[in-house]
T-cell receptor, first 115, second 115 residues
């Protein structure tokens, strides 16, 4: 019940295209859903996050779509650029455990944006 | 921008040996965490620490693991008797306060190799 399932495992997108990564969860106590970006040799860095009281959040080229009834959320990267090539992790947490910073991560998606 | 610093970047040790992984969290942060990432797998929560006490720990964080804040700046993870399966990337993280309005800042990790 604590798992967060992420797909696809890897993704190749042409420059300028839309990258879409999907995640699903089971634990209805989760109330915070961040996405992290990780470059080789670096730690995960927070990209964007959403709470379940909204269905969409947009920051620049990055958008999270959230479907509470389906227990799914997704990351959309518009106008994908080669510099976006990285591993993306979805995550979830609950304020009830670890104060909201005990993150349960998805398995990661390796995104490659080709010229 | 302030960052979380981890040393060493790579540690090789023999099975059964003790290792100490070191972290310097962001200076005004009060909450500290260790996560690990086995090669090619997801990032997993190990432990959270606040006010010189463990506030939460995962099933992975057994008696072989301990954490300490020996002074005002360092935060350490000790593995008493390393096993082959402890080989992973260990990430330290910190946040200024608990709750999801204070995102985690991760260090670049220490790659631990147990031979």
């Amino acid at each position: 019940q604590q798992q967060v399932k992420q797909s696809p495992q890897s993704l190749i997108v042409q420059k300028g295209g839309i990258s879409i990564i999907n995640c699903a969860y089971e634990n209805t106590a989760f109330d915070y859903f961040p996405w992290y970006q990780q470059f080789p040799g670096k730690g995960p860095a927070l990209l964007i996050a959403i709470r379940p009281d909204v269905s969409e959040k947009k920051e620049g080229r990055f958008t999270i779509s959230f479907n509470k009834s389906a227990k799914q959320f997704s990351l959309h990267i518009m106008d994908s650029q080669p510099g976006d090539s990285a591993t993306y992790f979805c995550a979830a947490s609950s304020i009830l455990t670890g104060g909201g910073n005990k993150l349960t991560f998805g398995t990661g998606t390796q995104l490659k944006v080709e010229l | 921008e302030p960052e979380v610093t981890q040393t060493p970047s790579h540690q090789v040790t023999q099975m059964g040996q003790e290792v100490i992984l070191r972290c310097v969290p962001i200076s005004n942060h009060l909450y500290f965490y260790w996560y690990r990432q086995i090669l090619g797998q997801k990032v997993e929560f190990l432990v959270s620490f606040y006010n010189n006490e463990i506030s939460e720990k995962s099933e992975i964080f057994d008696d072989q693991f301990s954490v300490e804040r020996p002074d005002g700046s360092n935060f350490t993870l000790k593995i008493r008797s390393t096993k082959l399966e402890d080989s992973a990337m260990y990430f330290c993280a910190s946040s200024s306060y608990t709750g999801t309005n204070s995102p985690l800042h991760f260090g670049n990790g220490t790659r631990l190799t147990v031979t």
